[in-house]
């Protein structure tokens, strides 16, 4: 399949098996809004739940917060987004479609990119198991020259943003000859700056209604509970305070599925340090974020580091844990050296001290923060298009097969009598009330079980159980597994044990 192909697919399997539906789809959906169906809210409600229990269960200077979306507006003033949280637009003339003119050229940068995998995969080949990849990359003249020349784009891009030359973004775009992907033409108007918060108001009448925006960062949530969660918690530094929620952008184009959306949810952690240790903390969080990646199993391969050239007006290092999505390498989740950029403009703009006393040093000071920030929805796209496979069979037949990591699979095992008769259902369902106490079952009777094990297989269930008539006799039942398909003979005690340990968090996650 190639990554078209199963791009399509994620989104046609997302819907088909009532993991992610369009918003308000009978209306015909609104742009960049999705629902998640009974499947998808398990699934990102695990991955949810992978994240706290890795940052705040396991790290007893992390605890959670919940705060509310709408918040005062200067917040949004202090934090620097009414003033400088823009994108650079850019329309063309001819299709009258809008597009971010940075993410234009970082498209025009990947394609580069997808050559670059091309020649490496045609080298592979040809070479065999004397292939170097490292050695190719960095050796092959059309390999560096493709190399070489992203960089350079990129690198002009950083600048010109940095200084906020929206003109030289325009020549950049126009030297490179792009075109509008819908009307093939060249013919651009000028690149403007579109600030992305979502305006709404608070208020019975007109008049005197407050103007708010709708958080586009959980982050300011946590700066603005800095000292109650400190004092109330007897927090010392360094210590960090987790959240998970809602965070909403008008963004100027929305596409890649739930990639990038208007209305998403963010898992964010700061982490309150004392200045001057930023540079290893930094080092610290980009190490173990990246390990928590890994721990899921979607391949090592399948991850990158990209520091930022352009750094966020609140940041002195920044960059990005990227990920092998179907359609090239983007951002899934973001790590920040935040400085004391928020605290110290939340103490300026509210006139309250936002300070920390350090009993060693005896002092008074605002912290450093050390951000780690990730999508829950890039989350469960980086995870939902990887497991996603078609595999062909040994006797020639397909199968579609979603490899969830089983920690994270919505239903952890699915119960099956063989037939509909002969007591098989009741023995069945009283596994499921048996089972139900301690993971996520599904009953199904519904169809020749072959069938019933492809319908589990594409909602990513990693066992199911079959009860049959062996089962009358002896109790025991048979545990298939999803991934090999292999089927072995069980007490359900036995079963319910290999189960469990496959999904445990702690063996998943023991690796952090
Ligand atoms: N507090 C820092 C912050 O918000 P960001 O890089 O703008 O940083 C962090 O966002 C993460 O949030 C990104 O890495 C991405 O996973 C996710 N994200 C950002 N915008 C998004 C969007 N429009 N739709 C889905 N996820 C988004």
């Known amino acids: 399949m190639s990554n078209q192909e199963l791009f399509k697919k994620v989104l046609s399997h997302a819907k088909e098996y009532g993991f992610v539906f369009p918003s308000s789809e009978i209306y015909d959906g609104l742009s960049a809004v999705y629902d998640y169906g009974q499947q998808g809210v398990a699934l990102k ?45 850019i329309d063309n003339k001819d299709s009258k479609k809008r597009y971010r003119a940075d993410v234009l050229v970082e498209d025009y940068v990947g394609k580069l990119d997808t050559k670059i995998e091309k020649e490496v995969k045609k080298a592979a080949k040809r ?17 560096v020259g493709y190399k070489e020349k992203g960089d350079a784009i990129l690198k002009r891009l950083g600048k010109s943003l940095e200084k906020e030359d929206l003109a030289d973004v325009k ?13 093939g033409s060249k013919n651009w108007t000028e690149v ?41 918690g007897r927090m010392k530094l360094p210590f960090g305070i987790a959240q998970t929620g809602k965070a909403f952008r008008n ?55 990209h520091d930022h050239e352009k750094l966020a007006h609140y940041a002195d290092a920044a960059c990005d844990i990227e990920f092998r999505f179907p359609f090239g390498f983007k951002e ?12 110290s403009s939340h103490e300026e703009y509210s006139g309250k001290k936002l300070q920390y006393f350090d009993p060693e040093r005896q002092e008074n000071y605002v912290p450093y923060v050390l951000e780690t920030s990730i999508g829950l929805d890039r989350l469960f796209l980086a ?51 048996e089972l139900k106490w301690d993971m996520t079952v599904a009953y199904d009777e519904k169809d020749a079980v072959g069938r019933r094990y492809r319908r ?7 066992f199911c159980i079959t009860v049959d008539h062996q089962t009358l006799e002896d109790q025991t039942v048979t545990l298939r597994h999803r991934d090999s398909m292999e089927q072995e003979r069980l007490t359900l005690a036995q079963a319910k044990a290999q189960i469990n340990e496959a999904v445990s968090f702690q063996n998943w996650l023991r690796a952090l």
């Open 171 to 183: 020549a950049l775009i126009e030297e490179l000859e792009i075109v509008c992907p819908v009307s």
């Open 456 to 462: 589990q297989d594409a909602l990513g269930t990693p």
């Open 383 to 433: 995870v939902f298009s990887n497991s996603l496979q078609e595999e062909t069979l040994e006797d020639g037949s397909s199968r579609t097969v979603l490899r969830l990591p089983a920690v994270v699979a919505p239903t952890k095992v699915a119960v099956l009598p063989l037939v509909k008769k002969d007591g098989l259902p009741d023995i069945a369902k009283s596994f499921v009330e």
């Open 332 to 343: 899934l989740e973001g790590i920040h050296s935040r400085t004391d950029f928020d605290l």
């Open 251 to 305: 963004e100027i184009v929305a596409r890649q599925f739930i990639f990038r959306m208007r209305e998403f949810e963010q898992m964010e952690m700061q982490f309150f340090i004392s200045p001057g240790t930023q540079k290893e903390w930094y080092a610290y969080w980009k190490e173990t974020r990246l390990k928590w990646h890994h721990s899921l199993g979607l391949g090592t391969d399948n991850y990158r580091f």
């Open 127 to 143: 070479f065999g198991d004397a292939f170097d990849k490292e050695q190719f990359i960095s050796t092959n003249p059309r390999v």
């Open 192 to 232: 403007k700056q579109f600030n992305l918060m979502f305006g709404t108001k608070l208020g019975a009448s007109a008049e005197s209604a407050t103007e708010l925006y709708l958080r586009p960062e959980t982050a300011q949530g946590i700066f603005v509970n800095f000292l109650n969660v400190q004092k109330t």
């Open 45 to 89: 409600k695990n991955l949810r739940d992978y994240w706290w229990k890795a940052m705040v269960q396991l790290n007893d200077n992390i605890v959670g917060l919940d705060a509310a979306i709408l918040m005062h507006p200067t917040t949004w003033k202090a934090s620097g987004h009414v003033d400088a949280f823009n994108d650079p637009l």
